[in-house]
């Protein structure tokens, strides 16, 4: 009767873990994918004003000067740019004579960023998109120039580095991961002193039950502090 009891309470406990960890991986689930697209459009952002604002204070100084006269302060401007991690790299496009200042990170495959700076000069008025450089994924924010007059000179476009981003949401989706693991865990331990405690009545009393939080998750410890008891 007693081994009876045992198996139904093994099977109950059995199904009742395995419904809580479902109810727990879909919950968490439905708020894992809200939290990362939210996470998602804040770095998206953030990394926008950050690009906007390198183009706005790089615009002031390049349309103070001549590109055609001062071409190597203009390449000192993309080399101090280009310092900062997070930028990839800077072109700048001289529309009069057709000349190209780059980054020394950009050496090849430059035309599709050419094309967005002169649609910029076109429409007169910034550019954005993300693409891939060289198997990197980016985000390129162009810009038109203009001189003193406010004639379009030519334009200017910013590479970003978007793998900082994608490494933030990775760390995002771990955290949750590891979160349910654990949940998961907590519920399973519990569910195996409920069924040793169907068992064996006095177990919980000769065995006092800790729920220890480990690196990997919750893990069950016992002390013996009573007698074992009958069943001991």
Known sequence: MQTTNGDSSLRLGTRLTIY???IIIIALSGYGYYHIMSRRDILIRKMKTEV???GRTLKVSLEKVSLT????YVQDLIDAVE???????????H??????????SLEEGLDPYLEVIKNSIQEDYPQEEFGVYKK????AYAFPLKDRKGKSIGGVSILQHTSFMEEDIRKAKRDIFIAALNLIQLFGALNYVEFRAAIHPTWCMARPVRLERTACGFEVRRSIQLSYGRFG
């Open 83 to 93: 310092e900062d991690e997070k930028t990839l790299g800077v072109i700048v496009y």
């Open 20 to 22: 809580l960890s479902l």
């Open 69 to 72: 006269r001062e071409m190597e």
């Open 52 to 54: 906007r604002s390198i």
């Open 136 to 139: 990197s994924p980016i985000f």
């Open 95 to 104: 529309q009069g004579k057709g000349i190209v200042f780059r980054s020394r």
